[in-house]
């Protein structure tokens, strides 16, 4: 990386004078972010991170003195060929021959693994990590927290897998339930098999809907906790049907999830872990962990004081399990079947407290394991409607940005004549999707407009897209062949050293996103890195340039393609190459 090699320069000149091992100073040197105002230095070194390992306990005003005095004792060098004081920090400029020639070179000859194989990464252990997303029920809608589920946990993948650690993505359904009694009845009643073929989903729902109307006669009431006690007591006939059910709708998920560009390892449901759930009863009553209300309901009390001001409840009077129950029979299994070294659980946050009691039971069961759970959780998404209305199935979604996206591309000036207009189409409306949904912290909730992410210019997904046909066009034109031997040392000008500073943060953004799971570091940098690109191919033309000139520019201009096609790929995002 070569971000890296800069860092180390500077941290090998700093231990000297500072008396303190390079390792220690590496993460306390930072790239410093573009500025519009033009001219900054390339990295500092915060003062504060440094005196914190240092036995002298300065206070803040000592800072900017402490900097000046640090600055004076430090010299150029072949590396450095700046040394300044800021408010609380040392700045280094970096020899602008050697930023272009190191940054270049590093990112043509990494590819795909630029800025992944920083040093920064060097102390994370690989991990396997245990991934559960999307999970949508069976015969319900696949409502629009389910979109996010699925597009933030097939991030927080992606990015996992990057860094090479081992991932395993699961979708745990919601099959099971007393819901499928009700749905077993209705599909005798309503049911056709020739449109559960064809449409599962659609089908599924619409035969809920009508037996739930009917639902409110006693006769269809018993009908339905009949069906489900077969079920529950393998009913040839009933478990078949119930099969069929899952079987045709994970089918037609596996169809609609390869529109997204994701990917399961594992399909579960609630319904594998039915016997396992009454095995965790037992463990719970074995250790004395499961006490009983005066109703017969079974309850794990999670007071600290044992007053029962905390508890969680875990079994129905008859004995049956809760969803808390079979969550537990899971996460148990999962550990002895994956061994993971965390399990992360991609929800919204209105079940934060489900699983702060799901790792608490865990905690004591005797699982110390639990505490390497993880619950990520993201807000909710207002006012997402399609033309048809409320949104039900996730290909309303997708077939709505499709649709929309292609009467923008048809009524813009721009298009060019493409190959598969409607691929492309939902490419760039996904990136659109994805980039306003990460636009902000996963928490929070956001008003959806379908106007402001299809627009074109601003921070959107289109303009990522845009910008990468863009740059993948200048390539096609002035022959992409393997660039060798160049002479990049003549990218002087501000608006490309603005490009290559930016290039050299991005193992900053990556470790960043890496720690808190958030995707909006890794959206902002490409949104930066598409403004500035965009603005040095108005600047430093290819065209009619000098040839070595045009040769370091186009250069420049396939790092700057080689990472936003990266980043956006981390983020679930298929670049496309023309639009």
Same mark, same amino acid.
């Given at each position: 990386?070569?971000?890296?090699?800069?860092?180390?320069?500077?941290?090998s000149q700093l231990s000297k004078v500072l008396d303190l091992p390079p390792e220690n100073l590496i993460k306390s040197i930072s790239a410093v972010p573009v500025s519009k105002k033009r001219h900054v230095a390339d990295f500092q070194l915060s003062i504060a991170s440094v005196t914190e390992d240092s036995s002298s306990n300065c206070?803040?005003?000592?800072?900017?003195?402490?900097?000046?005095?640090?600055?004076?004792?430090?010299?150029?060098?072949?590396?450095?060929?700046?040394?300044?004081?800021?408010?609380?920090?040392?700045?280094?400029?970096?020899?602008?021959?050697?930023?272009?020639?190191?940054?270049?070179?590093?990112?043509?000859?990494?590819?795909?693994?630029?800025?992944?194989?920083?040093?920064?990464?060097?102390?994370?252990?690989?991990?396997?990590?245990?991934?559960?997303?999307?999970?949508?029920?069976?015969?319900?809608?696949?409502?629009?927290?389910?979109?996010?589920?699925?597009?933030?946990?097939?991030?927080?993948?992606?990015?996992?897998?990057?860094?090479?650690?081992?991932?395993?993505?699961?979708?745990?359904?919601?099959?099971?339930?007393?819901?499928? =009694? $009700? +749905?077993?009845?209705?599909?005798?009643?309503? *049911?056709?098999?020739?449109?559960?073929?064809?449409?599962? !989903?659609?089908? &599924?729902?619409?035969?809920?809907?009508?037996?739930?109307?009917?639902?409110?006669?006693?006769?269809?009431?018993?009908?339905?906790?009949?069906?489900?006690?077969?079920?529950?007591?393998?009913?040839?006939?009933?478990?078949?049907?119930?099969?069929?059910?899952?079987?045709?709708?994970?089918?037609?998920?596996?169809?609609?999830?390869?529109?997204?560009?994701?990917?399961?390892?594992?399909?579960?449901?609630?319904?594998?872990?039915?016997?396992?759930?009454?095995?965790?009863?037992?463990?719970?009553?074995?250790? =004395? $962990? +499961?006490?009983?209300?005066?109703?017969?309901? *079974?309850?794990?009390?999670?007071?600290?004081?044992?007053? !029962?001001?905390? &508890?969680?409840?875990?079994?129905?009077?008859?004995?049956?399990?809760?969803?808390?129950?079979?969550?537990?029979?899971?996460?148990?299994?999962?550990?002895?079947?994956?061994?993971?070294?965390?399990?992360?659980?991609?929800?919204?946050?209105?079940?934060?407290?489900?699983?702060?009691?799901?790792?608490?039971?865990?905690?004591?069961?005797?699982?110390?394991?639990?505490?390497?759970?993880?619950?990520?959780?993201?807000?909710?998404?207002?006012?997402?409607?399609?033309?048809?209305?409320?949104?039900?199935?996730?290909?309303?979604?997708?077939?709505?940005?499709?649709?929309?996206?292609?009467?923008?591309?048809?009524?813009a000036k721009t298009t060019k004549e493409i190959e598969d207009p409607m691929e492309t189409a939902e490419k760039v409306g996904l990136a659109a999707l994805i980039i306003q949904d990460f636009r902000g912290l996963l928490s929070s909730d956001y008003q959806f407009s379908w106007d402001r992410a299809l627009q074109s210019r601003g921070?959107?997904?289109?303009?990522?897209?845009?910008?990468?046909?863009?740059?993948?066009?200048?390539?096609?034109?002035?022959?992409?062949?393997?660039?060798?031997?160049?002479?990049?040392?003549?990218?002087?000008?501000?608006?490309?050293i603005s490009v290559l500073q930016h290039l050299l943060r991005y193992d900053e953004v990556l470790y960043r996103s890496s720690q808190d799971l958030q995707p909006k570091h890794i959206v902002s940098y490409l949104l930066t890195l598409s403004h500035l690109a965009a603005v040095a191919h108005k600047t430093l033309p290819v065209k009619?340039?000098?040839?070595?000139?045009?040769?370091?520019?186009?250069?420049?201009?396939?790092?700057?393609?080689?990472?936003?096609?990266?980043?956006?790929?981390?983020?679930?995002?298929?670049?496309?190459?023309?639009?």
């Open positions: 990386m070569a971000a890296c090699s800069f860092r180390r320069s500077i941290a206070l803040a005003q000592d800072l900017p003195l402490q900097a000046e005095k640090l600055a004076e004792r430090l010299k150029c060098d072949a590396v450095v060929s700046e040394i300044s004081a800021g408010p609380g920090t040392v700045n280094f400029t970096i020899n602008r021959e050697l930023l272009a020639k190191t940054v270049l070179q590093q990112v043509l000859k990494d590819g795909s693994e630029y800025g992944v194989k920083s040093e920064l990464f060097s102390t994370v252990p690989r991990e396997k990590a245990v991934i559960e997303f999307s999970s949508p029920n069976i015969a319900k809608k696949f409502h629009i927290g389910h979109l996010r589920s699925t597009i933030i946990g097939n991030f927080i993948a992606n990015l996992k897998v990057a860094l090479g650690h081992e991932v395993t993505r699961i979708n745990y359904l919601g099959d099971w339930g007393m819901q499928f =009694g $009700l +749905l077993g009845v209705g599909f005798q009643r309503f *049911g056709n098999k020739e449109k559960l073929k064809s449409s599962p !989903l659609q089908h &599924l729902f619409e035969v809920y809907v009508q037996i739930n109307k009917a639902a409110e006669d006693e006769n269809t009431k018993e009908l339905a906790k009949d069906f489900f006690r077969k079920l529950e007591e393998h009913d040839e006939q009933t478990l078949s049907l119930w099969k069929q059910f899952r079987d045709l709708s994970i089918e037609e998920y596996i169809r609609i999830y390869k529109r997204l560009g994701v990917h399961f390892d594992e399909y579960s449901g609630e319904s594998f872990y039915q016997e396992k759930s009454q095995e965790v009863l037992k463990m719970l009553e074995d250790k =004395g $962990l +499961l006490q009983k209300t005066t109703k017969g309901t *079974g309850i794990v009390d999670l007071s600290e004081k044992k007053d !029962l001001s905390s &508890l969680s409840t875990v079994m129905r009077s008859d004995g049956t399990s809760l969803y808390i129950t079979r969550d537990l029979a899971a996460a148990i299994d999962r550990m002895n079947k994956h061994s993971w070294d965390t399990m992360i659980y991609v929800t919204d946050k209105s079940q934060s407290n489900h699983f702060q009691h799901l790792f608490q039971i865990l905690k004591l069961m005797g699982y110390d394991w639990a505490e390497r759970c993880q619950h990520v959780s993201f807000g909710l998404i207002q006012g997402m409607k399609t033309r048809r209305g409320e949104v039900i199935f996730l290909e309303d979604v997708l077939n709505e940005v499709r649709s929309r996206m292609l009467q923008n591309m048809a009524s921070d959107t997904g289109v303009f990522l897209q845009y910008t990468h046909a863009r740059l993948h066009s200048l390539e096609q034109m002035h022959g992409n062949d393997q660039l060798t031997d160049i002479n990049v040392a003549c990218l002087q000008e501000p608006d490309a009619g340039s000098a040839p070595e000139l045009a040769q370091a520019r186009l250069c420049l201009f396939q790092a700057a393609r080689s990472v936003l096609a990266n980043g956006m790929k981390l983020l679930g995002i298929t670049p496309v190459t023309q639009m």
